[in-house]
């Protein structure tokens, strides 16, 4: 079956240190991968996602991921984190089937230090 | 602008009660879904609509109904039967149904049974 693992379920940085976050997924062929951040209370917003092409995909807010098709990685990274980016992230594989369905990780939630 | 809209904000329900939840959508997107977001457990599908007045089950439908009579409309009822019905709901919708691409979120309802 499907399934994404994000294994740091909370992470603490000091503004302007680099971070990283992981995210693992299980699927069979080449995965349709998202990652999305969400403050409290709030919905969630598209950070950046990988369909196919270069895999260092760019996204909004300084992120970017690098999809490891041998390590079934999609880790997302910023050089140098800011208070404001501290929020909970998701990662997510799209699942197989014409169902446009999406399977999300737990998550990690992220606090910056100043 | 375009976007999805929830609403209410924060709702509080007795005991034994339905209560309905909007969730209207005006970028003209064909897909739509329902998740239940529980602390530590991510984003969990509830319903998932790709056309009107059709509709399928997600992992944890039990407890729940939709409907999706318009285009731009997914409610979501929570019945009696659900057993733990405080949760945060998100509404999210997608441009083309039978498809894997971003989905676009609304800003939730926060449900409390009292």
């Known amino acids: 079956a499907q399934s994404v693992t994000q294994p740091d379920i909370h992470i603490t940085v000091s503004e302007g240190a680099s971070l990283e976050l992981r995210c693992n997924y299980s699927y069979g062929a080449t995965p349709y991968l998202f990652w999305y951040v969400q403050s409290p209370g709030q919905g969630l917003q598209l950070l950046l996602k990988y369909f196919s092409g270069d895999t260092l995909v760019q996204g909004i807010k300084g992120f970017e991921a690098e999809f490891k098709r041998s390590q079934s990685s999609f880790n997302l990274r910023k050089p140098s984190v800011h208070w404001s980016d501290a929020a909970e992230y998701f990662c997510?594989?799209?699942?197989?089937?014409?169902?446009?369905?999406?399977?999300f990780g737990q998550g990690t939630t992220l606090q910056v230090k100043p | 602008d375009g976007g999805i809209t929830q609403s209410p904000k924060y709702l509080f329900r007795k005991e034994g009660q339905n209560v309905t939840l909007s969730c209207e959508q005006n970028l003209n997107h064909d897909a739509m879904y329902w998740y239940r977001q529980d602390p530590g457990q991510g984003l969990r599908l509830i319903y998932y609509s790709q056309i009107v007045n059709d509709f399928q089950k997600g992992d944890i439908a039990e407890g729940y109904s939709v409907s999706r009579e318009k285009k731009e409309s997914f409610p979501l009822t929570v019945t009696s039967a659900q057993k733990n019905p405080t949760a945060f709901y998100l509404c999210?919708?997608?441009?083309?149904?039978?498809?894997?691409?971003?989905?676009?979120f609304g800003p939730g309802t926060r449900l409390t049974v009292l």
């Open positions: 997510a594989v799209g699942a197989t089937g014409n169902t446009g369905k999406l399977i």
């Open positions: 999210a919708s997608s441009i083309f149904a039978g498809s894997t691409d971003t989905q676009y």
